[in-house]
Structures are given as C-alpha cells and as structure tokens.
C-alpha cells in the first residue's frame, strides 16, 4: 500500500504538496505491485476529479478500479487506485 497525505498550510489553508499530476501517478505505479493500493488524500472533490487518475487518459487506463471515500465530517476525499478490478471489500 502506498499513501500519499502529505500537505502544508499556506495562508490558513491546506495545500497539496505533490500534484496528483501524471508523473506523480507514474513514479507511483512504478513501485505498485498487482495486488496493491494506492491511497491519496485529496483536499476536495475538485482537486480529485482534475488528478490524472481520472482525468489524463493514459494514466486511467493503467488502473482498473478507483473508489472514492468521503464523509459529511470533513471536506477532504480520499481514492484509493488499483490496477486490477476490485469491489469495495477488497480494500475495506
């Protein structure tokens, strides 16, 4: 399992300290092995929908199965990324 949660504060306010960038999802994959997991913390929905694992083509077809994690308590989102198929038991 690899997981990415690594922020600094600038003005108050929390910030990703490595994009989520399709050299960042290289580097990372790189060192995934099948039956593995990465899990990166996002700062919100937004930051998650524009990380190349859902929105660089190249990098999404690398993974076969993303979930997205979140709760009413805090704005942060969490994925978990995997390259093979897999349903929400096999990283619960």
Not at 35 to 46: A, G, H, L, Q, Y
């Amino acid at each position: 399992m690899i997981i990415d949660n690594l922020f600094i504060e600038k003005d108050g306010e929390s910030v990703l300290v490595v994009k989520a960038n399709h050299k960042w999802f290289a580097m990372m994959l790189k060192h995934l092995v099948q039956d593995s997991v990465i899990v990166r913390n996002f700062i919100n929905k937004e930051e998650l929908l524009k990380s190349a694992g859902l929105a660089h083509a190249s990098t999404r077809k690398k993974l076969d199965s993303i979930f997205q994690f979140n709760n009413c308590l805090n704005e942060s989102f969490v994925a978990a990324y995997l390259k093979k198929n897999s349903d929400e038991q096999a990283i619960a």
